[in-house]
């Protein structure tokens, strides 16, 4: 789990609106990981650690290499592309039945 330490370190000022998390809705933070020296990687960071497996959020403290940044704006950048709303719908799956949506609905 993510608490400030000589690793990870949270962002209490900044100007950016990160998107809630679109796992499990929760608010999200901006958070830097040191990566060597005094060079600090940034990253969107989903607040729920526990959800009903006890588990944090898969968002927490994410793998992809892409969420840690350089820079603060990328970082949120990334983070608010992916927990914005899909560019495309899911595809379809016939097996549940389901009927494609009319484009002026
Ligand atoms: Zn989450």
């Known amino acids: 789990m993510v ?3 000589d690793k990870f370190r949270k962002v209490e000022k900044h ?5 809630p998390c679109k796992l499990c ?6 958070w830097q990981r040191w990566r060597w020296e005094d060079i600090w990687d940034s990253f969107g960071c989903c607040t729920n650690l526990e959800d009903v497996d006890g588990e944090a959020c ?8 892409h969420f840690y940044r350089e820079r603060k704006v990328d970082a949120v950048k990334h983070w608010n592309l992916l927990m914005g709303p899909r560019p495309d719908p899911e595809p379809l799956d016939p097996r549940r039945g389901e009927e494609p949506i009319a484009e002026n609905e």
Do not use: C, K, V
């Open 3 to 5: 608490t400030p330490n």
């Open 25 to 30: 809705g929760a608010p999200a933070e901006l």
């Open 15 to 19: 100007h950016f609106i990160l998107l």
């Open 58 to 65: 898969l968002f927490h403290l994410p793998d992809d290499m």
